[in-house]
């Protein structure tokens, strides 16, 4: 059986682990990867609208990996419409990079749980070999970060290279032509890269459980002394 120190330091990665995939999964099914300012150019180029008319022409738009939403503003009120990735905006965009994302972020869930049954599995025995024990998890959080790491930059590729946001906010736009003021990345973005750092810390508890803690020595029962005297009697 694993110390007390063992059994506390795995569960506590164990937690580490579960905290990880919930992330993913959020970051995965929610839609603020990113969020911005769209600007209806069209209509500011029909009634030729000066600085201060601006702001009635400027829209918002906020998207995940399979959905999102923007409202445009073209002269003609706020007009709010709902944003589907697939199966046909994915078409018009970066495919390859796109599919890349989620695919590497459902592969570091995969790893996150292979990690999460290691935990399990040290926290109540002591593995026999090496690749069950501290180095499994090493290389087990080292592949699901490194995959984290990859689907947050093949993201932050996609939006900052690939005009990401511009693409998705003009998809079935055929009159009015909208212009990405400014985007930025938003929560669901950041939670990808807490799961990552979730991996670390987990890297981090399992050295800590390798630290060897000193032990509370017993005292003795003081041996009665018996002297010259006491044998006399």
Not at 95 to 122: D, E, K, P, Q, R
């Amino acid at each position: 059986m694993p110390t007390v120190w063992k059994r506390i330091t795995f569960s506590v990665a164990s937690v580490l682990c579960i905290g990880s995939v919930v992330l993913l999964i959020v970051a995965l099914s929610t839609e603020r990867w990113a969020t911005g300012r769209i600007l209806c150019k069209t209509g500011v180029d029909i009634v030729n609208a000066s600085n201060p008319e601006l702001n009635k022409f400027i829209g918002h738009i906020y998207y995940g990996l399979f959905q999102g939403g923007k409202t445009k503003k073209c002269g003609l009120g706020d007009r709010r419409s709902k944003i589907y990735i697939f199966p046909k905006l994915v078409k018009t965009l970066n495919t390859g990079l796109h599919m890349m994302v989620i695919l590497f972020l459902l592969v570091a869930i995969g790893f996150a749980l292979v990690s999460l049954s290691f935990c399990i599995y040290n926290a109540r025995k002591v593995p026999y070999q090496s690749i069950k024990g501290h180095k499994g998890l090493y290389l087990w959080n080292v592949i699901a970060a490194l995959f984290g790491t990859l689907g947050v930059l093949c993201f932050l590729a996609a939006m900052r290279h690939h005009h990401l946001t511009e693409h998705i906010a003009n998809h079935k736009e055929s009159f009015f032509l909208l212009t990405v003021l400014d985007d930025r990345l938003d929560w669901s973005f950041w939670l990808g890269v807490a799961s990552v750092a979730t991996h670390v810390a987990v890297c981090g508890v399992v050295a800590m459980s390798r630290i060897k803690l000193p032990k509370a020595q017993k005292k003795k029962p003081e041996q009665p002394v018996i002297s010259a005297l006491d044998l006399l009697y």
